[in-house]
């Protein structure tokens, strides 16, 4: 047999960064040696897998189908791995998670002092560098559940309705918008607004507020961490837009405004995602319907809307 786990990597790696420079970070190798890999799998199969267009690795049909092997088969083997390492170590379990885009988690041990009542055995891991793309950290079968606005249409998912939060901008208090009763397209205008690290079509704010308004904010600082941007709100040096609940405990100091987005206010709904399989662990479910009282309800002691 030719194809080894190694070469089911390598296609993944390569298909999403496009680059052999990048796919060798991920891997922990250097460009010439995952070169030297590929160059040799395309000649045992005799068959091109990439083409090299400019600076890009673009995926042939025997790529393609190579690819979807990949996705197919490392989630399963992974989860054979850890399984392993679970009955080695004496543990029933490992949950692996990520939120979409935020990095706090204030609400997770309230969370997790209920979830261990009724699965005590199973470890709860958080895996912040899925944050910025956990549906696809998922697929790839390093995290076991994302948690994400949105449900892509995807069978290989399967969803559990959450909760509903709200988009605020957030601001210091003696900031020129803090007593307003709501900020509008236009007033992103004149502002500095610091982001998640981003695209700006993956951006909720520009894609449903800013774009269609026609407006561009005067300076865009893009930042991973939410305690990050909180922190150059709290100094006065941008702006920003949050979930409610993420900044809940800074709103309650006093150190921070929120304000609603636009006149109506700005609504998501919140899933929980794992791959479908055909009988889910009970622990997953378990923790799918906790986190679906809403992260505020575990600060405030009352569930989201």
């Not at 922990?28 to 990439?50: C, I, K, N, P, Y």
């Not at 695209?199 to 800013?210: K, N, Q």
């Amino acid at each position: 047999m030719i194809l080894e786990t190694r070469h089911l990597r390598l296609a993944a790696a390569v298909a999403e960064h496009g680059s052999l420079t990048r796919a060798g970070r991920e891997l922990h190798l250097t460009q010439s040696a995952l070169s030297h890999q590929l160059l040799d799998l395309e000649g045992r199969l005799r068959v091109m897998l990439f083409h090299r267009m400019g600076k890009r690795m673009v995926p042939t049909v025997a790529g393609l189908r190579l690819l979807d092997a990949a996705r197919q088969t490392l989630p399963a083997l992974i989860a054979a791995e850890e399984e392993l390492r679970r009955l080695a170590s004496g543990r029933d379990a490992v949950l692996r998670l990520s939120t979409e885009c935020y990095t706090c988690y204030h609400w997770l041990p309230r969370v997790l002092d209920r979830f261990r009542e009724r699965h005590p055995r199973v470890e709860v891991q958080i895996v912040p560098e899925a944050t910025r793309r956990p549906i696809a950290a998922l697929l790839e079968g390093k995290i076991d559940l994302g948690i994400a606005t949105g449900a892509e249409r995807d069978e290989r998912l399967e969803y559990y309705p959450l909760f509903q939060d709200e988009l605020v901008a957030v601001v210091a208090p003696g900031h020129r918008l803090a007593s307003r009763s709501h900020v509008r397209a236009e007033d992103f205008a004149s502002e500095h607004l610091i982001m998640y690290a981003v695209s700006e079509s993956e951006s909720t704010l520009f894609r449903e507020v800013l774009v269609p308004a026609g407006v561009r904010p005067a300076k865009v600082s893009s930042i991973q961490l939410t305690e990050a941007i909180v922190e150059l709100v709290k100094a006065g040096v941008g702006i920003a837009v949050l979930a409610r609940w993420a900044v809940a405990p800074h709103l309650d100091s006093g150190v921070l405004r929120a304000l609603p987005l636009t006149r109506r206010g700005f609504r998501r709904r919140w899933y929980a995602a794992t791959v479908r399989q055909k009988e889910s662990p009970d622990y997953l479910r378990a923790f799918a319907e906790l986190l679906a009282e809403g992260p505020a309800g575990f600060d405030h002691g009352r569930p989201a809307a």
